[in-house]
């Protein structure tokens, strides 16, 4: 079985500019995250989608949104991109939080 | 938010030693997970603690659940090189909306 898929796997943007990151969960997974992970740093919470509902959001500014398709998968967008949005953009699908999460690669962003 | 501390931040030791890393907070979690990861990689789980007082076993790894489900600990038994890694504490938040992860123990495990 496919893990959780990510693209693209790198990314490099201008400040002010807009990305959208993508993300394929597990297959039966219906429970999609976003987190960023900062070098040297552990990941942080960005937002989870269930069935195509926004369920937690983390405390990011308006510039970054989100959303859940029909078929589970995923888009991050960020906007009006600043220097300090250069990290690993990780995703994580579950079947349930208590069972843990399976994450894919990350897409590296790099704002210059 | 519920913050986790997690320590040594950095950890260097001889292959065949043993060592702990810590994970504690002040805030209640419905679950504790540990996972490690490479360079480049996205987390893999290693192992979730969902009751009070729990240890679960991994070969040579020992992950205990505090009795009040605020902490957590990860002992490794005799290290060997291919436990080189980062390896992250991550509370499941009562709400069950999201992780919170700790800093992150960067071990480095020397032949």
Same mark, same amino acid.
């Given at each position: 079985?496919?893990?959780?898929?990510?693209?693209?796997?790198?990314?490099?943007?201008?400040?002010?500019?807009?990305?959208?990151?993508?993300?394929?969960?597990?297959?039966?997974?219906?429970?999609?995250?976003?987190?960023?992970?900062?070098?040297?740093?552990?990941?942080?919470?960005?937002?989870?989608?269930?069935?195509?509902?926004?369920?937690?959001?983390?405390?990011?500014?308006?510039?970054?949104?989100?959303?859940?398709?029909?078929?589970?998968?995923?888009?991050?967008?960020?906007?009006?991109?600043?220097?300090?949005?250069?990290?690993?953009?990780?995703?994580?699908?579950?079947?349930?939080?208590?069972?843990?999460?399976?994450?894919?690669?990350?897409?590296?962003?790099?704002?210059? | 938010?519920?913050?986790?501390?997690?320590?040594?931040?950095?950890?260097?030791?001889?292959?065949?030693?043993? $060592? *702990?890393?810590?994970?504690?907070?002040?805030?209640?979690? =419905? @679950? +504790?997970?540990?996972?490690?990861?490479? %360079? /480049?990689?996205?987390?893999?789980?290693?192992?979730?603690?969902?009751?009070?007082?729990?240890?679960?076993?991994?070969?040579? $790894? *020992?992950?205990?659940?505090?009795?009040?489900?605020?902490? =957590? @600990? +990860?002992?490794?038994?005799?290290?060997? %090189? /291919?436990?080189?890694?980062?390896?992250?504490?991550?509370?499941?938040?009562?709400?069950?909306?999201?992780?919170?992860?700790?800093?992150?123990?960067?071990?480095?495990?020397?032949?």
């Amino acid at each position: 079985d496919a893990g959780v898929t990510q693209s693209p796997t790198h990314l490099i943007k201008t400040r002010g500019q807009h990305v959208t990151l993508r993300c394929s969960p597990i297959s039966g997974h219906k429970s999609v995250s976003w987190y960023q992970q900062v070098l040297g740093q552990g990941p942080q919470f960005i937002f989870q989608y269930y069935e195509k509902e926004e369920r937690g959001r983390g405390n990011f500014p308006d510039r970054f949104s989100a959303r859940q398709f029909p078929n589970y998968s995923s888009e991050l967008n960020v906007n009006a991109l600043l220097l300090g949005d250069s990290a690993l953009y990780l995703c994580a699908s579950s079947l349930a939080g208590d069972l843990g999460y399976t994450f894919g690669s990350g897409t590296r962003l790099t704002v210059v | 938010t519920q913050l986790l501390e997690q320590s040594p931040q950095f950890l260097s030791i001889q292959e065949g030693e043993n $060592l *702990t890393v810590y994970c504690n907070s002040s805030s209640v979690f =419905s @679950s +504790l997970q540990w996972y490690r990861q490479e %360079p /480049g990689e996205g987390p893999v789980l290693l192992v979730t603690v969902v009751t009070g007082g729990e240890v679960k076993k991994l070969k040579r $790894l *020992t992950f205990q659940f505090g009795d009040a489900r605020k902490d =957590s @600990s +990860l002992h490794i038994t005799a290290a060997q %090189p /291919g436990d080189t890694g980062l390896y992250l504490c991550a509370g499941q938040e009562t709400s069950g909306s999201r992780l919170t992860f700790g800093e992150g123990t960067q071990l480095t495990v020397n032949p």
